[in-house]
């Protein structure tokens, strides 16, 4: 009978955790790598019409950082500047991760909610760069939000503190 219920359980939770990263669309990312896409194949007419179609999401990112995005990205693009386009896209990366973690820090009680938004940070993060001491900071900051274990089982206490010192390292080491 336990053995059923944990079956179920496990079952339940696979299930309704899994389709956000499987449906989960980052636009971020995609806009990210179609513009990159473009750009390494020298297509740069392409890049700046993926770029005016975040318009959006550059300008949104504008109001959070205080700093202008969407026009810098574009005029990159128009001046075929792909070393800047770069810098400029990793940045909207960088971003989107401190918003995601700011995001965790206000819902730090959440675990479920908080663990799905650093599932998202650690994509942004993936696409951002392969640096080992990087994802291993992530990882400190997945931990770092515990885990309350299936029926006790398992079970992880939270701790804030190692929560903020991680997220401060790792916003410091991918922000030039």
């Given at each position: 009978?336990?053995?059923?219920?944990?079956?179920?359980?496990?079952?339940?939770?696979?299930?309704?955790?899994?389709?956000?990263?499987?449906?989960?669309?980052?636009?971020?990312?995609?806009?990210?790598?179609?513009?990159?896409?473009?750009?390494?194949?020298?297509?740069?007419?392409?890049?700046?019409n993926?770029?005016?179609?975040?318009k959006?999401?550059?300008?949104?990112?504008?109001?959070?950082?205080?700093?202008?995005?969407?026009?810098?990205?574009?005029?990159?693009?128009?001046?075929?500047?792909?070393?800047?386009?770069?810098?400029?896209l990793?940045?909207?990366?960088?971003?989107?991760?401190?918003?995601?973690?700011?995001q965790?820090?206000?819902?730090?009680?959440?675990?479920?909610?908080?663990?799905?938004?650093?599932?998202?940070a650690?994509?942004?993060?993936?696409?951002?760069?392969?640096?080992?001491?990087?994802?291993?900071?992530?990882k400190k900051?997945?931990?770092?939000?515990?885990?309350?274990?299936?029926?006790?089982m398992?079970?992880?206490?939270?701790?804030?503190?190692?929560?903020?010192?991680?997220?401060?390292?790792?916003?410091d080491?991918?922000?030039?």
């Amino acid at each position: 009978m336990l053995k059923t219920i944990i079956t179920f359980l496990l079952f339940t939770f696979t299930t309704w955790s899994c389709p956000f990263d499987e449906a989960g669309i980052e636009v971020t990312i995609v806009a990210h790598n179609n513009i990159s896409k473009a750009v390494k194949s020298g297509d740069f007419k392409k890049a700046s019409n993926e770029i005016i179609k975040q318009k959006e999401l550059y300008e949104y990112f504008e109001k959070s950082d205080k700093k202008p995005l969407y026009v810098p990205l574009l005029h990159a693009s128009k001046q075929k500047d792909a070393i800047k386009i770069k810098k400029l896209l990793d940045h909207s990366l960088v971003l989107e991760i401190k918003e995601l973690l700011d995001q965790v820090e206000n819902n730090f009680d959440k675990y479920q909610k908080s663990r799905l938004l650093l599932i998202k940070a650690k994509k942004h993060l993936k696409t951002l760069t392969k640096n080992k001491k990087s994802m291993q900071t992530m990882k400190k900051i997945l931990k770092s939000i515990g885990n309350p274990g299936l029926m006790g089982m398992g079970k992880r206490s939270a701790d804030k503190k190692i929560f903020q010192m991680n997220k401060k390292q790792l916003l410091d080491s991918i922000n030039p």
